[in-house]
């Protein structure tokens, strides 16, 4: 693929498996607020009843659903609140609970292969990442690797909204067709991705079959096939 000049890439459950590192930060921020609050504030907390506090805070306030970081924070605002905590109180073990969350979910682990194949592409290419959730890339070891990472929270809308492709594209100063992205997200990375030109690879990271013909141009499900496509002609 002679014309591609950088490669972007999605990362939870791209480059790493996602379900896990979250539901390990998830019992750490418990832990911790155990810690510092009274039993009777964290008696009934679990992934279940937090869940239906952060739903419920998505459908007063939508706008904000993309924004990871300001979700988690404001059901913890709510949760201590509906406790019986003061503003005050609730929004200071708000902020130590998302501090130890924060912290946990960025302890990846990355695929098989990726750390290597990452290594070999960063020879060649400019590597960038473009992200609907809020792990911090480039304060990872793997953000060696990369120019920048972009997150969902900071812009107006997420994938597939093509408003972070676009400024992707911008600081890769590159045309869409000279792009290749890469994620496991049919919708999201995929069809967004296709949408302004930019061509694309289904990361297929748990072998799923779909039920439709896949709009992309290559599928794999190991990140070192990358090297393959790479090498083939446009």
């Known amino acids: 693929m002679k014309s591609i ?8 459950n791209t480059l790493w498996e996602t379900d896990l590192t979250i539901l390990k930060a998830e019992d750490a ?5 155990r810690h510092l609050s009274p039993p009777a504030w964290m008696a009934e907390f679990g992934l279940d009843t937090f869940r239906a506090v952060r739903q419920k805070i998505v459908e007063e306030q939508p706008t904000i ?3 990871l970081t300001v979700v988690r924070r404001k059901t913890l605002v709510r949760w201590f609140e509906n406790q019986g ?14 501090r130890i969350f924060y912290e946990e ?18 020879k060649t290419y400019p590597l960038a990442a473009i992200t609907n959730g809020n792990a911090d890339l480039m304060a990872m070891p793997l953000g060696q690797y990369f120019q920048f990472s972009l997150q969902s929270q900071h ?26 992205h890469i994620g496991d997200d049919i919708e999201h990375d995929v069809m967004g991705a296709n949408r302004l030109g930019i061509r694309t690879v289904w990361f297929n990271t748990r072998a799923q ?8 141009d290559h599928t794999i499900t190991n990140l070192k096939q990358l090297l393959t496509i790479l090498r083939s002609p446009d």
Request: charged fraction near 25%.
């Open 5 to 12: 000049r950088a490669l972007t890439f999605d990362l939870d």
């Open 29 to 33: 921020m418990a832990a911790h607020l």
């Open 65 to 67: 659903a993309h924004n």
């Open 85 to 98: 905590a003061t503003l005050s109180i609730a929004e200071e073990l708000a902020s130590e609970g998302f």
């Open 105 to 122: 979910r960025q302890k990846v682990e990355p695929y098989p292969d990726t750390v290597e194949t990452l290594e070999i592409l960063a």
């Open 155 to 180: 812009f107006p809308k997420p994938k597939p909204d093509p408003v972070m492709f676009e400024e992707a594209l911008k600081r890769l100063a590159i045309q869409p067709n000279q792009c290749l």
């Open 209 to 216: 079959v779909p039920e439709d013909d896949v709009p992309a």
